[in-house]
């Protein structure tokens, strides 16, 4: 409820509940975990049997290299625990607030500000509503405040933000979008609503965490044992739960292949199965829980068949697998996988830097501009054949100006 002003009467639209959709990457959360690894019953194994997690500290112990790059990546990044350096928006006074209503509509909201607010080492969303009270024509003030608990999106494109009440997970209603450096609705809110009650479903965390255990229950899917939350997708998530590996990398001379998973050692389809998981667009009914999913295993015993795709121009957002299949330079080759101009270990490059990936199969000369434009071509293969297009799905709307996200195509094709 929100926290009224002494002596005075309140009167706040009732929230509206909207389905949660899964919409800009998820965040952290500001509850300290233990210091002792989670031990979690692994669903999708045998029952009676644990997956347990080492952790990527343990893992970069070895693996230095990767884990240094890793830490950096947008994968590592698309969940965070809650901080004054996770959260990227500014809460400086004359940037920590947003009216969110279209100031040419009279429609729901008239009055409501949200502020940003940071005390300490805890940041808060605040709604403020003013409205006259009718009888002596005074300003009524109501307010809702809710802490930052979770950051989602690693901020390449922007943030949205959880928090956590009781056991149960929600979105705010307040992002931040990074192009303009400015809070927004969070997308798929209307303009002048305070919506603090939209659920995070377990199917939006499995794209943005390693893992956490859900609470089963009947009307509250959004339950969780925050303790098991294992933020950001780890070493773990694409090489299974590592405590057994750790143990027997410790203990001399004991065989320990088998103990973790490789992805370079499954085939082409099982390799691209690990990242249509989460980049294949929503083409697909779920056929076992979130969290079921076994690297190295095909994604069909775990989802149903491909849905038909209703329309000739599938959206860009999430579908980067979807639309690398449409494309010629995969249909055509045996071996080709994300792998292929992707280093999952490192941060992305620019896009002008993946030409060379291109003309490992393709020659300059095979492209027509290149009898007028040469080898100044060599860097626009990207630009050309994969461009940044605007999404159709993810958008927010903030005071009448609406903004969408961009995102590079992955299908590889000739565009006008």
């Keep these: 409820m929100l926290a009224q002003q002494p002596h005075r009467r309140a009167r706040f639209p009732q929230l509206v509940k909207i389905v949660a959709l899964c919409i800009l990457p998820l965040a952290a959360w500001a509850f300290e975990l233990g210091t002792t690894e989670p031990t979690i019953a692994a669903k999708g194994s045998d029952p009676g049997k644990t997956a347990r997690y080492a952790g990527d500290a343990a893992c970069t112990r070895c693996h230095a290299a990767q884990g240094r790059f890793y830490e950096n990546t947008p994968h590592r990044l698309t969940l965070q625990l809650a901080s004054n350096k996770s959260i990227l928006g500014s809460f400086a006074r004359g940037s920590n607030t947003l009216e969110t209503l279209d100031p040419k509509s009279s429609l729901l909201g008239d009055g409501l500000i949200f502020e940003m607010q940071r005390t300490g080492n805890h940041s808060y969303q605040i709604a403020k509503r003013s409205e006259i009270h009718d009888l002596d024509n005074t300003t009524v003030v109501t307010e809702r405040k809710e802490r930052i608990d979770l950051v989602t999106g690693s901020g390449v494109r922007g943030q949205s933000y959880l928090y956590w009440k009781d056991d149960e997970l929600y979105e705010l209603p307040i992002s931040y979008w990074s192009k303009s450096h400015e809070w927004i609705n969070s997308p798929g809110y209307p303009q002048g609503s305070a919506i603090f009650d939209r659920p995070v479903y377990p199917r939006c965390l499995e794209c943005h965490t390693t893992f956490v255990q859900a609470i089963p229950g009947e009307g509250h899917e959004n339950r969780y044992v925050a303790s098991t939350l294992i933020p950001g997708i780890t070493c773990e998530r694409c090489h299974g739960p590592g405590l057994h590996h750790v143990e027997l990398e410790k203990a001399a001379g004991k065989e320990r292949s088998e103990t973790i998973l490789n992805p370079r050692h499954f085939t082409r389809d099982r390799q691209v199965d690990l990242c249509a998981l989460c980049h294949n667009g929503v083409k697909r009914e779920a056929t076992q829980p979130a969290f079921s999913f076994v690297p190295g295993q095909p994604l069909s015993d775990f989802f149903g068949a491909e ?106 094709r000739v565009y006008p």
């Excluded at 599938?314 to 639309?323: E, I, R, S, T």
């Excluded at 792998?339 to 003309?359: G, I, Q």
């Excluded at 293969?381 to 996200?405: Q, Y």
Aim: glycine share 8%; charged share 25%.
């Design 307 to 412: 849905l038909e795709e209703g329309s000739a121009e599938p959206d860009v957002h999430g579908n980067q697998v979807g639309l690398l299949k449409r494309s010629r330079c995969y249909r055509l080759s045996a071996t080709m996988t994300c792998s292929t101009c992707h280093d999952e270990h490192a941060p992305e490059r620019p896009a002008d830097k993946y030409s060379d990936r291109c003309l490992s199969c393709h020659r300059i000369e095979d492209c027509g501009l290149s009898k007028t434009l040469g080898h100044s071509i060599a860097k626009g293969c990207i630009g050309c054949h994969m461009p940044v297009l605007t999404s159709k799905a993810i958008f927010a709307e903030t005071a009448g100006k609406v903004v969408r996200a961009r995102m590079r195509t992955h299908w590889i």
